[in-house]
């Protein structure tokens, strides 16, 4: 875990199409998501899937890279988490394979670091209960 202090920078694009391009990610993990496993329970998340398919020289071979990357919390963020796997079994897409082990990589981490919550507890869908066996094995 790195703590940084903010860099001075510029502004890249509009306050506007910030505003637009959040409530586009935070609609990823909404229900009808591509990512509704990244659901942090308290939390309102924001992020992007992705699933790469590989090339062995020239040709595509059945071999993916899933990923997710997110932010949280989306109405104030203040951390960022990126989760690729390369070459996972059986389920391959990003908001399969990823979103889980970003949900609960950013859920100890909010917790870690005390980030108050931006959204109701009720509000969101908790991971089923084989989630925490999955804890163990990352």
């Not at 502004?11 to 586009?24: L, Q, Y």
């Not at 079994?89 to 979103?99: Q, R, S, W």
Request: glycine share 8%; aromatic share 6%.
């Amino acid at each position: 875990l790195k703590l940084d202090t903010p860099a001075i920078g510029h502004r890249v694009f509009s306050s506007k199409t910030a505003a637009e391009m959040r409530v586009m990610l935070e609609s990823v993990v909404l229900p009808g998501g591509t990512a509704t496993q990244a659901r942090v329970a308290g939390y309102r998340v924001a992020g992007k899937t992705g699933t790469a398919h590989k090339v062995d020289g020239r040709h595509y071979v059945n071999r993916y890279v899933a990923s997710f990357v997110g932010f949280a919390p989306a109405s104030n963020p203040r951390l960022i988490v990126a989760v690729m796997i390369d070459e996972p079994t059986g389920e391959y897409y990003g908001g399969l394979v990823a979103a889980p082990v970003f949900s609960l990589v950013m859920n100890e981490t909010l917790h870690l670091l005390n980030v108050p919550n931006d959204a109701p507890m009720e509000n969101v869908i908790t991971p089923p209960d084989d989630a925490e066996n999955s804890r163990e094995e990352i």
